[in-house]
């Protein structure tokens, strides 16, 4: 046998390969909650660069909806955001109401209201449960989705859909809250509550949770603001900007409640926002109950509004305005613009509509929040380490329905 | 909070001069119209406002004017495009929009030196609209694949696409 050489090549250092790995995350992996693909380059286990790529649940709605009337728009607008499907009805339609220059009754007002603060709910249930799970706390993510169940039992008892709800419509509501809306509402208010207390004592405690979440995705209020930033994430950074309280809609002057801010902007921070965010949701819900009117929750107002079934069915200008709410949808005025942004889950959602007189908006924009939190993904990640990805981007709460339009 | 966006305008007005065509109010709020080669003094002028300084650009969209009805008002502008800035100020709760007007194949200067959320923004618009931007660090499209030909929100652009066989007529 012979002997092993020993020195085969003495003279030349020994070298580890050290070549930057490149890593493709996504578009389809659990990690991302939709369908986004990162490229990173990797030093080790540390990001050193890192380039995004979106688009994969781009449906045209900007474009969908140059085709569609204001009422049928409902649906593709809802379908943006949808863990928060209620916020975007009402968001849509508000804007809607502004460009057709329409005031709705005050108990649409506070049912919009009341459903879009259940919505919310379900939709910080939604960003923190799947965010927990991506850092390794488990038990959570059954708290938050037993209370977003609730949340969803709700909305579906007065919309009839879980998810997809279209349940607005120009100058009011699809339907008025059937009979027990109110106490199945005031059970659900304590119950958040309590599993928000059960959640803040799981989390803030939580070693494992801690260790990978204080100081992973840290941002500075003025650079969020730059990357046009709103909503929760940009409260974490401890901006308190909230657009119910910056310029109130719906009955949002009316309601007292506060605004929670973080201290740091990071993964922490946003959770705990979100936290706080549904204990204030809840003390909306409270009062707009307490104070909830009755009334009718559609304006009078012909060629907007459905009118009642007995005009339909006893005279004929009845008819005719079923008629044409029906096939060509309302009009809305000539030559109108606006700008009308409303506080979604993740933050500013804003539309641009434009109106040439038709049933159909000529053009509209949406200023969607995750887009622009999104953008600021490479800034958060570069030189950190691949396993915070998942934290960082859950925390966002990216929801790509939102991000890709 | 219109009042301090209108008082905002009128500084606006007295920095840029010429550069400022109107100023008038609408369904968005207060809109200052301006030349194009404007755009960069007046976010300088906006953004470090010392009464109402407009720390983020909240979106920023365009509109095409091409199939704008005869008879649908008088609102639209001599070029085919419009470019429209949402600037928003957190600290004051202001809102005020810029427009400027683009021809066809007019490119557009470039706002990401003055806010980082304009480099996806104007990503979107050269995607959608082909409206390129000068000075852009990153111009690549965004939400269609590259290759992908046309600009899907331009008016000419079929809502069932180009491609007949990949795209079936209704």
């Known amino acids: ?23 493709n995350w996504g578009p389809s992996h659990p990690a991302t909650h939709g369908t986004l693909r990162v490229l990173l380059e990797l030093e080790g286990e540390t990001i050193a660069k890192c380039d995004t790529e979106i688009g994969y649940l781009h449906r045209g709605k900007e474009k969908l909806a140059e085709d569609w009337n204001y009422n049928q728009c409902v649906n593709i607008m809802e379908r943006m ?35 879009s603060e259940i919505s919310r709910i379900a939709d910080h249930m939604t960003a923190i449960g799947p965010n927990c799970v991506d850092i390794g706390v488990l038990t959570p993510f059954w708290y938050t989705w037993d209370i977003r169940e609730k949340a969803y039992d709700i909305i579906e008892f007065v919309t009839g859909a879980r998810m997809m709800s279209a349940w607005t419509r120009v100058g009011g509501l699809a339907a008025d809250a059937p009979e027990g809306f109110e106490e199945r509402v005031r059970q659900f208010v304590p119950e958040v509550y309590r599993e928000m207390d059960e959640l803040d004592k799981l989390l803030a405690a939580n070693r494992i949770f801690n260790d990978r979440s204080r100081g992973v995705g840290t941002i500075g209020p003025e650079e969020a603001l730059s990357y046009g930033w709103t909503g929760p994430c940009l409260r974490a950074t401890g901006v308190a900007h909230d657009l119910r309280v910056a310029s109130p809609y719906l009955a949002y002057g009316d309601m007292q409640f506060d605004i929670p801010v973080g201290e740091h902007g990071d993964t922490y921070d ?11 949701a809840a003390r909306i819900i409270e009062q707009a109950l307490d104070n909830l009117p009755g009334g009718p929750v559609n304006t009078g107002k012909r060629h907007v509004v459905l009118p009642s079934k007995d005009a339909v069915y006893n005279q004929m200008e009845g008819l005719i305005h079923h008629f044409e709410v029906i096939m060509y949808g309302p009009k809305a005025p000539k030559g109108n613009i606006c700008y009308d942004a409303s506080e979604g889950g993740n933050g500013e959602l804003g539309f641009t509509i434009v109106s040439d007189g038709s049933a159909k908006p000529y053009r509209v924009s949406v200023r ?18 691949l396993a915070d990805l998942p934290a960082i981007v859950a925390s966002l709460n990216i929801i790509a329905g939102e991000l890709d339009r | 909070m219109i009042d301090r966006a209108r008082q905002a305008a009128k500084r606006l007005s007295a920095a840029l001069a010429d550069g400022l065509l109107e100023v008038f109010e609408d369904g968005r709020g207060v809109v200052a119209r301006i030349e194009a080669t404007a755009l960069h003094k007046a976010l300088d002028v906006l953004r470090d406002d010392r009464k109402t300084p407009f720390e ?37 709760r202001t809102r005020i929009f810029l427009e400027i007007a683009l021809a066809e194949g007019q490119a557009a200067p470039s706002a990401t030196g003055h806010y980082a959320s304009a480099n996806w923004a104007e990503r979107e618009i050269y995607d959608m609209f082909g409206i390129k931007f000068t000075r852009h660090p990153d111009l690549r499209r965004i939400l269609m694949w590259e290759g992908f030909e046309g600009h899907p929100l331009r008016k000419d652009f079929p809502r069932h696409g180009i491609n007949p066989q990949d795209f079936p007529q209704e």
């Open chain 1, 1 to 23: 046998m012979q002997p092993f050489p020993r020195d085969i090549d003495a003279g030349a250092p020994l070298d580890l390969h050290s070549e930057r790995m490149k890593l």
């Open chain 1, 270 to 280: 946003r959770i705990f926002v979100r936290i706080e965010e549904c204990r204030q």
């Open chain 1, 368 to 385: 969607s929040p995750c887009y622009y939190i999104f953008s600021a993904l490479p800034r958060l990640v570069t030189g950190r380490l």
């Open chain 2, 56 to 92: 983020m650009l909240a979106h920023e969209t365009a509109i095409d004017w091409s199939a704008w009805p005869a008879d649908a008002g008088s609102q639209r502008p001599a070029e085919r495009f419009s470019l429209i800035y949402n600037l928003y100020s957190v600290s004051t």
């Open chain 1, 81 to 115: 955001n949808y863990c928060s499907t209620v916020i975007n009805n009402c968001a849509w339609h508000q804007a809607c109401e502004k460009l057709f220059e329409i005031e709705i009754p005050p108990r649409a007002v506070y049912l919009r209201m009341i459903l």
